[in-house]
């Protein structure tokens, strides 16, 4: 077979050693690039998340205001009874 004699030789150490490091490498720079998507990810996922609950929020107390109720009084009349003894 042809390009198989020298497979009976082997790699040398230095040789074994930079493929050894270039894994390393690739694997480090993977996980690097892994780590910043998340953390842009998150980062952006908690902006958007605040606020939709601050525009949900707003809402909420717009429509009711609108309606005639008072949300301070209506929470100050149901934390009693939602909490535990």
């Given at each position: ?5 020298n ?6 150490i230095k040789e074994?050693a930079f493929w050894?490091l270039v894994w390393f490498?690739?694997?480090l720079?993977y ?8 953390t842009?990810s998150?980062?952006?996922?908690g902006?958007?998340l605040?606020l ?8 909420i107390c717009?429509?009711?205001a ?7 009084s209506?929470?100050t009349t ?8």
């Open positions: 077979m042809r390009g198989t004699e497979m009976d030789d082997g790699i040398s074994g050894v490498g690739v694997m720079l996980t690097l690039l892994d780590v910043a998507v998340q842009l998150a980062m952006i996922c902006i958007v605040g939709l609950y601050i525009r949900t929020g707003s809402i717009c429509i009711t609108h309606a005639g109720y008072n949300m301070i209506y929470f149901i934390l009693p009874v939602l909490k535990k003894p």
